[in-house]
């Protein structure tokens, strides 16, 4: 019986050595394979060489890095040492890092490569502890005693360190060997700091048990996922949908492949490995989305007419198959004879037609994907229902998950069978309830705050009791801050954010996201962020898609001398508008109080780390700070 993610895996290494668990590219950009075995020496290696450090139980040990496969070695290595790892990307601030290491007082810290030790380096003053630098590259560093010396620290390669402890004797693997059977369920696995879209990053103490409720709970769900598969690694790792996903794969005897979320890179990596699932954020699928209707724009107008009917043509088909199978949000009773009765006829009708649109037009878009592709898993973030209904009506399967940092990270999937458009089902031993403003139970339909409970639910923030004890009651129920609505058959939707809400000063509540999913749907828009909170009305900032509204501007002869000003040219300020009004307006079913009154066209695209957290979300709370002058100019 498996504890931890160590026992989990050093079992996998024994059982399925010779099976290949790591694709990654070399210097020439040729991936080469790492067997489970392989990785699993590495890993003990390493851990000796931590655990010779004093790094045991209760130590914690900085790793800020991006997906790549030394990665995985070392925070199995800390883990096994029964240590815990506070995981960073490299993309991440001076000051962020500065504030997560030192008050995790670590003494060890992994770097990436040169770039990230050298950004360590520059704030070496504000970690007293800091002892210990570990490259996780091992192109050679020019100065690096200099460094050392001159900074006060010992800086190390993983790939050194592996190799003088690759070779040990028994009594260094009876070591290891015991301090993976001895790690138990409430042994602390890691400390995630947030991504800090809702203030002062926050450290979420995630134990061992915690991580491992998540893999044997897929067996549950009927995923065609198993052994063998290739799965595309493109998200930071530090984060904890990445993170799970990898143990996933572990427990699922599978390999995970290395790429980028970088469109060109991405593709040809697709091309290349032939995966059979990519886990993504909204975004990205987003953009795949877009990218298509971009390529369709520049089509021929017969070939792109073709296009919108077959899509228009599979969303119908889709719509009329779930009611035939019954596989709608249903808030109360329906009858399943009269569901049958009014889909057969135009199902049986839509079908032919859809089969001979994914012969001429659908299946070249699958085939970006790979010949083996089996589905896409979106999480960190609800997945706009354009892009849900596009992709189900092509044929391509996303699956949608939810989820917190707080909790491991996953609470709820999307069904294999019976999936449900719009709507998760619990995941694991979770159990879930939605309560109104009082603490009274919401019936299906009625909308309120959700709340979960079970083996996925942190133990708490790192040294902040005070801020544990706001969002975890005395019974152990985690208020998760989302918005959400149960249906008769259990399952539930993700349908605002509860900090997000925004009350204007008539009173009414509004949830912005749906408003901004909308909006986004345009293919003139890349991002927008509605804004209100105790004013009269509604209004919004835009980012704009700047080749669309470039090709847009040149379809309609409108001349302009430089792409920086697009956003004060007059016809896109009247493009952007009516693109706002064609989709939120009562026609398309928003309250009048819901509609977008005024709106701002911003110069540049929002950034990861400025307006964006590391996994792509929105910071409201730095927008409305950063954009102040903009948003109050809306209002006067």
């Known amino acids: 019986m498996h504890y931890t993610m160590p026992q989990l895996f050093f079992s996998r290494a024994e059982s399925d050595g010779n099976r290949v668990l790591q694709m990654e590219k070399d210097r020439k950009g040729k991936f080469v394979n790492y067997t489970y075995s392989e990785v699993a020496a590495k890993v003990r290696a390493l851990a000796l060489a931590l655990s010779d450090m004093g790094t045991g139980r209760g130590t914690l040990v900085g790793q800020i890095s991006d997906n790549r496969a030394a990665w995985m070695v070392a925070d199995l290595a800390i883990q096994t040492c029964r240590a815990a790892n506070v995981p960073r990307g490299r993309d991440s601030m001076a000051s962020e890092l500065a504030f997560i290491l030192s008050a995790t007082e670590t003494k060890i810290v992994f770097v990436e490569n040169v770039q990230m030790l050298d950004k360590i380096l520059s704030i070496r003053n504000t970690l007293p502890c800091l002892e210990t630098l570990i490259v996780m590259d091992d192109t050679p560093i020019i100065d690096l005693a200099q460094r050392a010396e001159e900074y006060s620290v010992r800086i190390l390669f993983q790939s050194n360190l592996i190799d003088e402890y690759m070779d040990a004797d028994a009594e260094q693997i009876r070591l290891i060997d015991d301090l993976v059977r001895s790690g138990k369920q409430e042994d602390l696995a890691t400390v995630i700091f947030t991504s800090g879209t809702t203030g002062e990053p926050k450290g979420v103490m995630l134990s061992q048990g915690n991580l491992y409720s998540i893999p044997p709970a897929i067996d549950a769900i009927g995923y065609p996922v198993g052994p063998g598969q290739i799965w595309l690694s493109v998200l930071p790792v530090w984060h904890s949908f990445e993170r799970i996903l990898q143990y996933v794969i572990i427990y699922l005897k599978s390999t995970i492949a290395y790429s980028k979320p970088i469109g060109k890179i991405l593709l040809n990596d697709i091309q290349r490995i032939n995966p059979h699932i990519m886990g993504s954020v909204p975004r990205i699928w987003e953009t795949v989305k877009n990218g298509v209707y971009s390529q369709m724009k520049n089509a021929k107008p017969a070939v792109r007419c073709l296009f919108n009917f077959f899509v228009a043509v599979g969303r119908e088909r889709k719509k009329f198959y779930n009611l035939f199978h019954g596989y709608t949000k249903d808030y109360r009773k329906k009858s399943r004879l009269l569901q049958v009765l009014v889909s057969a006829v135009p199902l049986a009708i839509l079908t032919p037609l859809y089969k001979l649109g994914d012969k001429l037009v659908f299946k070249k878009i699958k085939e970006k994907l790979g010949k083996n592709f089996v589905a896409g898993i979106s999480g960190g973030g609800s997945l706009p229902q354009a892009v849900d209904d596009f992709f189900s009506a092509i044929g391509i399967n996303v699956v949608d998950g939810y989820g917190l940092t707080e909790t491991s990270p996953v609470i709820g999937l999307r069904r294999w069978k019976e999936r449900v458009p719009g709507t998760l089902y619990p995941f694991g031993d979770i159990k879930l309830r939605i309560t109104d403003e009082n603490g009274r139970e919401c019936a299906p339909g009625e909308k309120g705050v959700l709340y979960a409970k079970g083996a996925q639910v942190m133990q708490g923030y790192y040294k902040r009791p005070d801020l544990t004890a706001k969002v975890i009651d005395s019974d152990g129920w985690l208020n998760t801050g989302d918005l959400a609505i149960k249906t008769i058959h259990g399952e539930f939707s993700i349908v605002g954010r509860a900090k997000d809400t925004i009350v204007l000063s008539g009173g009414e509540n509004v949830e912005p996201v749906p408003i901004e999913e909308t909006i986004n749907d ?60 064609e989709r939120v307006s009562a026609k398309t079913g928003f309250r009048t109080f819901e509609q977008v009154m005024k709106f701002t066209i911003l110069p540049k695209t929002f950034e990861v780390n400025r307006e964006l957290s590391a996994k792509q979300e929105i910071k409201r709370f730095v927008i409305n700070d950063m954009y102040e002058t903009e948003i109050e100019a809306m209002y006067k």
């Open 522 to 581: 345009s293919p003139y828009i890349a991002s927008s962020v509605v804004v209100g909170q105790d004013r009269k009305y509604l209004c919004a900032l835009i980012v704009i898609d700047s080749p669309n509204v470039e090709r847009y501007l040149k379809d309609n002869h409108v001349y302009y001398t430089n792409r920086d000003d697009l956003h004060v040219i007059p016809e896109v300020h009247n493009l952007i508008e009516n693109e706002i009004r």
